[in-house]
């Protein structure tokens, strides 16, 4: 959208690829590369209870609790 553009047109490009893998979905975590067969189990490494989604590793790992 013309919002996002605006938003990511002065970050430097390796911030912007960042946010545009989080917000697809396309990054590097356990979901993502099982889809695309590079990871065995989409399963978190780290809790080895649900699956490693952006979500998941950003909030309710409770691997990652603080």
């Given amino acids: 959208s013309e919002t996002?553009?605006?938003l990511i047109?002065?970050?430097p490009r390796k911030h912007t690829t960042i946010l545009v893998q989080l917000c697809?979905?396309?990054i590097p975590?356990?979901?993502h590369?099982?889809?695309i067969c590079?990871?065995?189990t989409p399963i978190c490494p780290c809790?080895?209870?649900h699956?490693?989604?952006v979500q998941h590793f950003l909030l309710p790992c409770p691997a990652h609790a603080v």
């Fill in 38 to 40: 590079r990871a065995d």
């Fill in 29 to 31: 975590l356990k979901r």
């Fill in 47 to 49: 809790c080895r209870r």
């Fill in 4 to 6: 996002f553009k605006k």
């Fill in 9 to 11: 047109a002065d970050l």
């Fill in 51 to 53: 699956p490693e989604t």
């Fill in 24 to 26: 697809t979905g396309h």
């Fill in 33 to 35: 590369l099982h889809r």
